[in-house]
Nanobody, 117 residues
Framework: VQLQASGGGLVQAGGSLRLSCAAS????????MGWYRRFPGKQRELVAE???????NYADSVKGRFTVSRDYAKNMVHLQMNSLKPEDTAVYYC????????????WGQGTQVTVSS
């Protein structure tokens, strides 16, 4: 199973970006999909995740600004990021809890989001 993320880039404060991630391979079912981010010198932290039933969970710092969504037919997850702030600058990672022959957590390659002030 592979996760391919796209959509990062450079944006001014107050702007928007949309991240997308597609899962491919031998997938029987995907439980949760979501996004984490890593600030320099720190561990990855949850940004937003969405369960198979559609329930979403957000970090307090992004509530009201970010929206996570899934395309179940295409095994994709999206993160719409609005009202971006310089402190959102980080590497963003796609994450998926996949049921294949085994239940395994997978990570995408990371995509840089830079918000200029």
């Amino acid at each position: 199973v592979q996760l391919q993320a796209s959509g990062g880039g450079l944006v001014q404060a107050g702007g928007s970006l949309r991240l997308s991630c597609a899962a491919s391979g031998k997938i029987f079912n995907i439980n949760a999909m979501g996004w984490y981010r890593r600030f320099p010198g720190k561990q990855r932290e949850l940004v937003a995740e969405i369960a198979s039933g559609g329930r979403a969970n957000y970090a307090d710092s992004v509530k009201g600004r970010f929206t996570v969504s899934r395309d179940y037919a295409k095994n994709m997850v999206h993160l719409q990021m609005n009202s971006l702030k310089p402190e959102d600058t980080a590497v963003y990672y796609c994450n998926a809890d996949v049921q294949s022959y085994f239940r395994t957590e997978y990570w995408g390659q990371g995509t840089q989001v830079t918000v200029s002030s």
